[in-house]
């Protein structure tokens, strides 16, 4: 059975930087589209960032697109989300998901990571 585990959450200053990591196992990994989704305090979910790993494309939503990059490690069967000009809205819980195509409807994402959280102080 597939497995996620993200990583590399934390406290960050506004205008800061993290990297979070996504590793996956149990899987073939560039198989598959690897998306990054996070749940604001008291709103849902939102998809982010994706990626297919296939050829490489990339998504992003419009409030990280020029700051948050992903990209993806076939060797260390892990995807990253580098994430700069950290604001106070970007605070919440970041999962990483896996799907079959390029896409941020949660629904079309089978296995979850456990989730690591990103506080970002103003």
């Known amino acids: 059975e597939g497995q996620l585990v993200e990583s590399g959450g934390g406290l960050v200053q506004a205008g800061g930087s993290l990297r979070l990591s996504c590793v996956a196992s149990g899987f073939t990994f560039d198989a598959y589209v690897i998306g990054w989704f996070r749940q604001a305090p008291g709103k849902e979910r939102e998809g982010i960032s994706c990626i297919k790993s296939t050829d490489g494309s990339t998504y992003y939503a419009d409030s990280v697109r020029g700051r948050f990059t992903i990209s993806s490690d076939f060797a260390k069967d892990t995807v990253y989300l580098q994430m700069n000009s950290l604001k106070p809205e970007d605070t919440g819980v970041y999962y990483c998901?896996?799907?079959?195509?390029?896409?941020?409807?949660?629904?079309?994402?089978?296995?979850w990571g456990q989730g690591t959280q990103i506080t970002v102080s103003s």
């Open positions: 998901a896996r799907g079959d195509i390029a896409t941020m409807a949660q629904e079309l994402y089978d296995y």
